[in-house]
């Protein structure tokens, strides 16, 4: 049974090879590897190319750049495989992850199959994805409560299934959590989940240009209209799992000191945010200065969060210094 390996590739030809190496040395050897080029500008498509003549499991469509959903979606409608699961191009998988995601699913018959990753910093360390039920619904409720992560390249998937439930990316205008928008349409069904308890993928948080590690106006727009697909998709007693979504928005407009959008966006989700966090604590300027912007005082709340960002920064380098 053939898997395939999505990975939507844009301007990363520092990483790009560390992730395709690691796809390519994998125990399970019958892998379609699909690398979309999403009109990158540096030399990442034309090392796509030297990998797809060097190995002929691998891939390559170029399109002009829409996008990692339209990306991801061109993968789908390109894959042959029986089984889909993604990479993302500055992260690394280890050499058995295909094979022991395969023989679980197989095993157990499962649509889905999730397992735990490693998150890469200077202090690495692995989290845990043990689902508090294997129920689908219940866990799209985790994912979209950040209770485990909404992902697609911790998840191997059947290919029949993505079919026979309709399940696309959605390409216009969502640039981020389109992952979570795909897999709420996925596991509203009632699919089979199972979950391996290791490691397997290596999720890179160090590279800062990744769209994760940054905010703007366009990421901020491509969150609001996830929430908003995701209203029409989920039960009504469940809206309540939008709540760290929602606050998430918030918290980027007010560091992009979008204050019409603090003033305007989820009022339910403000005032109950407000009410967590009621007192201010100097060492934790995220929530304290948020609180205080959405109180309705944003230019002081983003002066005092980078006075604060400053004396923590201070605070480390001196932790360091006697360190040493």
């Given at each position: ?29 019958d ?12 030399n ?7 990998y797809a ?7 390559v ?5 829409g996008?990692?959903s339209?990306?991801?979606q ?20 280890d ?15 499962a ?9 890469e ?9 043990k689902p508090?039920s ?13 209770q ?9 998937i ?19 959590c389109?992952?979570?928008l795909?897999h709420?349409?996925?596991l509203?069904?009632?699919i ?15 590279n800062?240009?990744?769209l ?47 204050n ?23 060492f934790?300027?995220?929530s ?8 309705g005082?944003?230019k002081?709340?983003?002066m ?10 201070l ?10």
């Open positions: 049974m053939t898997i395939s390996i999505i990975v939507p590739v844009y301007n990363i030809e520092k990483y790009i090879h560390r992730c395709v190496d690691s796809l390519l040395t994998q125990t399970y050897k892998l379609e590897i699909l690398l979309i080029d999403d009109g990158s500008s540096d990442s498509g034309l090392i796509c190319d030297q003549q060097a190995d002929q499991r691998v891939k469509i170029h399109q002009a750049n996008g990692v339209r990306a991801r061109s993968g789908l409608n390109a894959a042959t495989g029986s089984f889909i699961i993604h990479a993302d191009p500055d992260d690394w998988v050499a058995t992850m295909c094979e022991k995601l395969i023989k679980k699913a197989n095993k157990e018959n649509d889905m199959v999730l397992c735990d990753y490693w998150l910093s200077a202090n690495p360390e692995i989290v845990r994805q508090k294997l129920d689908s619904r219940d866990i799209l409720c985790q994912i979209i409560s950040y485990l992560h909404g992902a697609c390249w911790n998840k191997l059947r290919k029949d299934i993505i079919s026979k439930c309709g399940c696309r990316f959605t390409p216009t205008d969502i640039y981020f389109e992952d979570i795909f709420a349409r996925l509203i069904n009632d089979k989940v199972s979950y391996l308890p290791e490691a397997l993928y290596h999720y890179n948080i160090s800062t240009t990744s994760t590690n940054t905010f703007s106006e366009k990421k901020i727009r491509s969150w609001m209209k996830v929430i908003e697909e995701l209203k029409l998709i989920l039960r009504p007693k469940d809206f309540d799992t939008l709540y760290h979504l929602e606050k998430d928005v918030l918290y980027a407009a007010f560091i992009l000191k979008k019409e959008l603090l003033k305007s966006l989820y009022p339910q989700t403000r005032e109950r945010f407000i009410k967590e966090h009621p007192k201010f604590h100097l934790t300027p995220n304290s200065c948020l609180t205080l912007a959405l109180k005082c944003p002081t709340a983003i005092l969060y980078h006075y604060t960002l400053r004396i923590i920064r605070k480390t380098k001196i932790k360091k210094l006697i360190k040493k």
